[in-house]
């Protein structure tokens, strides 16, 4: 079964770290994996994506110095660390899949996959 | 980056009922466009990619059509499931794949 499980809730006070688990299976590790976030009651906000095959990152500009997406191809988990954190960075974050059709070339990309989410809290 | 504008943020409409939701582009990104639904608590789900690719195991009622800059979903007679929000996203390649707002659907 083709599926990414991520890690459980966490609740952080400002200025922590958190990091979230993704774990792969049922697919070959390969394909980028994204991280997507939705604050509540708000849209889908893209983060960036880690490449499985080379550890390769590229991130949304307004993370960059506060995000590291890593993974670690031994046991097929993606994981996302976000630092600094604050009360904005309450969210859901996902992790997703980068599909690629060939049939379509070059423009068959799209996330076909996604964690079922992770709660993150910054409180005091 | 690029900025994507749905329309209209939200609509309702009835079982049965064609609605055409629209994506726009900040500027042209041929075809490297995908389709979201998303129902509360749960992630979103694939429904089109490539502008007009139907992703398998969604139902033909959905359908995308566009290219360039201006791009619309159409559910051609909706069910009561349709009821979601509805996210266009661009993958024009790497460049940062924003998502649009969102258009909330209610049935």
């Known amino acids: 079964q083709v599926q990414l499980v991520q890690s459980g809730a966490e609740v952080k006070k400002p200025g922590a770290s958190v990091r979230v688990s993704c774990k792969a299976s049922?697919?070959?590790?390969?394909?980028?994996i994204h991280w997507v976030r939705q604050a509540p009651g708000q849209g889908l906000e893209w983060m960036g994506w880690?490449?499985?095959?080379?550890?390769?990152?590229y991130y949304e500009q307004k993370f960059q110095g506060r995000v590291a997406m890593t993974r670690d191809t031994s046991i097929t988990t993606a994981y996302m660390e976000l630092s600094g954190l604050r009360a904005d960075d309450t969210a859901v974050y996902y992790c997703?899949?980068?599909?690629?059709?060939?049939?379509?070339?070059?423009?068959?990309?799209?996330?076909?996959?996604w964690g079922q989410g992770t709660t993150v809290t910054v409180s005091s | 980056d690029i900025q994507l504008t749905q329309s209209p943020s939200f609509v309702s409409a009835s079982v049965g009922d064609r609605v055409t939701l629209t994506c726009r582009a900040s500027?042209?990104?041929?075809?490297?466009l995908a389709w979201y639904q998303q129902k509360p608590g749960k992630a979103p789900r694939l429904l089109i990619y490539?502008?007009?690719t139907l992703q398998s195991g969604v139902p033909s009622r959905f359908s995308g059509t566009g290219s360039g800059a201006e791009f619309t979903l159409t559910i051609s007679s909706l069910q009561p499931e349709d009821s979601a929000t509805y996210y266009c996203q661009q993958l024009y390649r790497y460049l940062p794949y924003t998502f649009g707002q969102g258009t909330k659907l209610e049935i």
């Open positions: 490539a502008a007009s």
């Open positions: 500027q042209a990104i041929n075809s490297y």
């Open positions: 049922g697919f070959r590790f390969s394909g980028f």
């Open positions: 880690v490449s499985p095959n080379n550890g390769g990152t």
């Open positions: 997703a899949r980068e599909f690629w059709d060939a049939a379509v070339a070059p423009y068959g990309y799209a996330l076909d996959v």
